[in-house]
């Protein structure tokens, strides 16, 4: 494993469970169990596993669930564990890959020595980190659609993916649509499911009690601010859900879930385990540290809060520079610089993210944006609506950009990361305010149009 093609991450909450993918192994023939997004297992007899390569299982599983030439670019196979994720290039060996995991996770996590003899990998097939957004407002294939609709979904309500109390509520009225048909007051499956609101909003939106299901029904407490904006967006699909009268095919609402999710920037990311420094609070004080996830996709970097559920920092990749940097004996360090300000200055500022897969995120930047300049040569026209689509397809809708809600989540908190800011004055590299002039890192993207610049020694002070 290289780190291009394949990509590693962390794992989300709902994978934890102790799962192995193969149930038995004869002398020729061998069970193995692929898991997907919705945890159902797609299981496979095949012969000579220890040879047998993703591309293989990959079509195998194709097979089996009847999907359709698309979903191989779509889908991958990834090996999942409550320490580590990896995604699979179709070359890979799953089986060796498997025998092979301690060693991996000895490499690129910080588990002690019990947690890594216990833990077990298992296959999964979900969708491939590579695969842009824009091609899936292509599909129109109703079983792909669920598929990445589970996943997402998933990672919604996992809170992988953070969302404002407005999108979650829009997107947990999809997933009612979808589970308990059109609204209607008092429908049977809306309070038999009363017990189950985490399977429409996040946990941390979630208030048990009469609350929504109630509401349903038209009688019992009175509804939380949050379930009533559930409920009344769970009306407006239905409203909006019929077309000439007719009600709409799940498919329908599969891909108004994924449009939604792509106004999220870490659509489709592949995530990762990270730490950074917390501002210090005072001017004799350390800050410590903070637990961070790493999400990096075909677009760019996103620094999440592990525990706030929030984005500290986004990135394209036009407006980073990066590397990494491995001392012996000390821990590995993914370093991202960008332009910023200090007290009205331009400045370069340089974060920190230590973790034992720095090397992977360094390797999966490089490798998307060596995707991103293969493709540039298709035109900026080409590159935002996706290849022509078949003369009998209907055209992808226009997407809008996403509006930033004041305090959203989605917007990036520099105020909360410790940065070192630095200048280079021509003499040397500084640690404060003055006039930005130079890359620390010759690493970057290169597109002759990207909005990382760098302030030279002569501009004047009003140019920031």
Known sequence: MDGTEGSAGQPGPAERSRRSSV?????????????????????LAVENLPSL??????????????????????????????????????????????????????????????DVAMDEP????????????????????EEVLRLL?????????????????????????????????????GQPAACSLREKLDSFLPAHLCKRG????????????????????????????QEASGDDGCEATLGTHYRAYLLKCHELPFYGCAFFHGEVDKPAPGFLHRGGRKPVSVAISLEGVHVIDSREKHVLLGLRFQELSWDHTAPE???????????????????????????????????????????SQAAEPAGPQDSATGPPLDPGSSPAPVQ?????????????????????????????????????TTSFFSRQLSL?????????????????
Not at 408 to 413: A, E, G, P, Q
Request: overall charge neutral; hydrophobic content about 40%; aromatic content about 8%.
């Open 329 to 371: 004996e000390e821990e590995p360090i993914l370093w991202l610089e960008f332009d910023g300000e200090s007290e009205g200055m331009p400045v370069n500022k340089l974060l920190k993210i230590y973790s034992k897969q720095a090397e992977l995120m360094s390797s999966l930047i490089e490798y998307c944006i060596e995707l």
């Open 210 to 237: 009469q609350g929504l299901f109630a509401a349903l029904r038209g009688r019992g407490a009175r509804a939380g601010p949050g379930e009533q904006g559930l409920l009344n967006a769970y009306r407006q699909v």
């Open 122 to 141: 298992f296959l999964q097939f979900r969708r491939n980190v590579f695969f842009p957004k824009r091609r899936e407002l292509q599909i129109h294939d």
């Open 149 to 185: 609709y589970e996943e997402a979904k998933g990672n919604v309500l996992a809170a992988r993916y953070p969302c404002d109390v407005e999108d979650c509520e829009a997107l947990g009225a999809l997933v009612c649509r979808v589970q308990l048909g059109p609204y209607q007051p």
């Open 53 to 114: 390569s993703a591309h293989e299982l990959h079509r195998a599983v194709r097979e089996v669930l009847q999907l359709p030439d698309i979903a191989l670019d779509v889908f991958a196979l990834w090996l999942v564990s409550p320490l580590l994720e990896v995604q699979l290039k179709p070359k890979h060996q799953p089986y060796k890959l498997g025998r092979q995991w301690p060693e991996l996770l000895l490499r690129f996590t910080s588990a002690p020595d019990d």
């Open 400 to 436: 809008r950009p996403k509006l930033r809600r004041q305090g959203s989540v989605v917007c990036s908190r520099i105020q909360h990361l410790s940065t070192i800011d630095y200048v280079d004055d021509g003499k040397g590299i500084r640690r404060v305010k003055p006039k930005r």
């Open 23 to 43: 149930s038995s192994v004869g002398a020729r023939v061998a069970d193995v169990l692929v898991y997907l997004a919705d945890d159902t297992v797609v299981p």
């Open 448 to 464: 002759g149009q990207g909005s990382y610049t760098v302030v030279q020694t002569g501009d004047s002070l009003e140019q920031g």
